[in-house]
């Protein structure tokens, strides 16, 4: 696929510095604490809530290799058995949460298996994790159960135990479909292994298959991206999902930063990452999809949903289980201690393995409500008048004001909605929106 003659950069270059930019949650996890890890047993004390989804998160830290960018607790070394632990571990961990008044007796809206590399379970060991996690949360009502998985460890028998599990959106962790890209970015499949596994994936009749791909990766060139951002259009995804790549400081891309004494990262710029997800999203509604937020294209929005991503941002709970994992329970997050062995011995102990929680305010909640639901491109104030009984076009003058004056978006009555081009920076533009008291730990947390 040969490119055009014009380039699709037509900015000044703005380097792509260490640091995390991407907006997950809110307030920044800096201000979590170990000091607030109590705040969770209260919650779990309280009697359900009436009208509140219930989701439910597994993480499986295990995985083939490390990607040179991956940010997340990931294990490489883990055998058969020190796996079957740790599937007990968390199994354990989810049924003390189960017998809580918080919790007993609720179904799930939704489940998410993430990692690491869920899909590098056996089909035994899935069958076994998800049959008892059924009998604790029963998932038979629901609306989505997401399973990620890296396409090097999908045979035919793997996906087939997948689909039988009940997985409804199969997310393929792709990135894209260089292979010289793939090795030197630290990914372990490469790009026949993408076309075999999304085939037969296709044919066992998956509600939502998703495709992950990455701008700006180490090597990237603008050639080798329309190549790629060709190759997901011929397979046809349900959705396309694009995130921009950034080097957090805990990722191998940055120790070899750090060693060499380098501030700039040896990825793309910023300006040359989102005119290349400008590009793909430009493709892929030529081909009839729409783009629904600053990530993610879909072939047929009233068919396709991300039922995890959108009740989260909406306040739903989320009942997490795993080492490092992140829950929402209450209006109070928490995340699980960061490495496995101090995990399953406080499982093994019979004490909650959380490391740190943070208990929001009612503010926190509007704000994290309002910005997490900015990056789909349209909020409507009325909704959050309605629900916190505060106004959004008052209460963030100054910023929609910023935006609209930038050309990022515009204010409409009651709608704010933001361009392409605010879209395709809305993390950067949500660091506007945070309280006094948390911007100067926006960038780095």
């Known amino acids: 696929m040969s490119a055009p003659t014009e380039s699709l950069i037509t900015k000044k270059p703005e380097a792509t510095e260490a640091g995390n930019y991407f907006v997950s949650n809110y307030p920044p996890f800096s201000f979590w604490k170990p000091d607030y890890v109590p705040k969770v047993a209260e919650i779990l004390q309280q009697p359900r809530p009436d009208g509140v989804p219930l989701g439910v998160y597994f993480h499986i830290p295990f995985c083939r290799k490390r990607c040179h960018f991956c940010y997340f607790k990931v294990y490489t070394d883990k055998n058969a058995a020190e796996i079957r632990a740790y599937i007990n571990a968390g199994l354990k961990e989810m049924e003390t949460f189960a017998r809580q008044p918080y919790i007993a007796g609720r ?33 038979d009502e629901a609306e989505e159960v997401a399973f990620e998985a890296e396409p090097g460890t999908l045979s035919e028998k793997k996906l087939e135990g997948i689909r039988e599990i009940g997985v409804t959106r199969l997310s393929l962790g792709v990135e894209h479909f260089d292979d010289h890209i793939l090795e030197s970015n630290g990914r372990a499949h490469r790009s026949g292994e993408v076309d075999k596994a999304y085939r037969f994936a296709r044919s066992l009749g998956f509600e939502h298959i998703n495709i992950d791909l990455i701008a700006g990766m180490m090597n990237e060139t603008e050639e080798k991206w329309r190549y790629a951002v060709g190759r997901a259009l011929e397979l046809a995804p349900d959705a396309l999902t694009i995130y921009q790549m950034e080097v957090p400081y805990n990722t191998g891309i940055y120790q070899q930063m750090k060693a060499e004494g380098k501030v700039t990262a040896p990825v793309a710029d910023w300006p ?26 879909v072939k047929d ?6 039922v995890y991503r959108d009740s989260l941002w909406d306040g739903a709970d989320l009942l997490s289980c795993g080492v490092a994992s992140f829950g929402h329970l209450g209006g109070v997050h928490y995340q699980n201690q960061a490495d496995v062995g101090p995990y399953m ?8 393995p959380i490391f740190r929680a943070y208990p929001t305010t009612k503010e926190e909640r509007f704000v994290r409500e309002f910005i997490l639901k900015l990056k789909l491109g349209r909020v409507n104030a009325a909704h959050y008048r309605a629900k916190y009984g505060d106004d959004p076009l008052v209460k963030f003058a100054p910023q929609l004001a910023y935006i609209q004056s930038e050309g990022f978006g515009r204010v409409d009555g009651d709608v704010v909605e ?17 309280l006094p008291q948390h911007k100067q730990y926006a960038r780095y947390t």
């Open 301 to 306: 929005p009233n068919r396709i949903k991300f």
């Open 418 to 434: 933001l361009n392409r081009e605010g879209l395709l920076q809305v993390d950067r533009l949500c660091h506007e929106f945070f």
């Open 272 to 297: 040359t990452k989102r005119a290349w997800v400008s590009y793909a999203f430009d493709e892929f509604t030529k081909a009839g999809y729409t783009v629904t937020s600053a990530y993610t294209a």
């Open 345 to 352: 011995q406080a499982v093994d102990a019979g004490t909650p």
């Open 107 to 139: 179904k799930a809206h939704f489940v998410y298996f993430g990692g690491g590399t869920p899909s590098y379970l056996s089909v035994p060991q899935l069958q076994d994790l998800s049959s008892r996690m059924k009998d604790m949360v029963p998932w």
